[in-house]
């Protein structure tokens, strides 16, 4: 009787034992202890999106490198203006501006025809010389096919200027002070004004004869730049 009262006592005491050192096991394997989202996090420091125990992985976002894109810019005496194009939808036209500008072919040219709250004119190369009659009447030589899109002439567009022909565009430009909606799908829009639009202003506004022409020639120097998106 003693001997199984002790041994009634000996199993329970091991029974206690393994209870308590977590090592029962089901179908031969040992079972692992449960680890709660709260027993990882407490105690520990989260830095980033996930914690394992004291060890914190941390998670960094991956931010796509900007890609440079090339601008226009133009300097004047009033200051500079630069322009983002519209490459998608004016790409001929776009291509035609960058070749001109890289050429050199608008420096010292002007612009010979500002209108207030309308826009600026300019990109002629014959306002180079001092005779008045023949601003307006010159370009590169050739002519560029018509690519009118859905961008509506806004403050700040930046707009082919041409003849009664369609298909007239060659150098000279405008950018516009005002909307001026009534040109839509008319003329065609190859960018827009990203900085200077005070500069724009200035210009528009200077004392100018009966054909709009600045008293003051307004000269230009048009570059083609990189910059970040």
């Not at 790409?91 to 050429?103: M, S």
């Not at 826009?119 to 009659?133: A, E, H, K």
């Not at 909606?181 to 008319?186: N, V, W």
């Not at 065609?188 to 020639?217: C, W, Y």
Request: proline content about 5%; aromatic content about 8%.
């Amino acid at each position: 009787m003693k001997n199984m009262k002790r041994w009634a006592i000996y199993t329970v005491c091991l029974l206690f034992v393994c209870a308590s050192i977590g090592c029962t096991k089901k179908g031969g394997q040992e079972e692992q202890p449960v680890v709660t989202e709260e027993a990882v996090t407490q105690g520990t420091e989260t830095v980033g999106t996930q914690t394992q125990g004291t060890d914190t992985i941390v998670s960094e976002e991956i931010i796509p490198e900007k890609k440079p894109e090339e601008v226009a810019v133009i300097d004047t005496k009033f200051g500079q203006i630069k322009i983002k194009f519209f490459e998608n939808d004016a790409p001929n036209h776009v291509q035609n501006f960058k070749n001109l500008a890289k050429q050199g072919f608008y420096n010292d040219t002007t612009f010979h025809r500002v209108i207030p709250g309308f826009m600026i004119q300019g990109g002629d190369p014959n306002t180079r010389d001092d005779d008045r009659l023949n601003d307006g009447l010159g370009g590169p030589g050739f002519n560029v096919r018509a690519e009118f899109n859905n961008r509506s002439h806004q403050r700040g567009i930046v707009s082919m200027a041409r003849s009664s022909d369609p298909h007239s565009a060659g150098s000279q430009f405008f950018i516009c002070v005002a909307p001026a909606t009534f040109l839509d799908r008319q003329y065609t829009v190859f960018g827009e004004v990203i900085s200077g639009m005070d500069v724009a202003d200035k210009i528009v506004n200077v004392p100018r004869d009966p054909q709009h022409n600045p008293l003051e020639k307004v000269a230009m120097t048009v570059t083609v730049a990189m910059i970040k998106k």
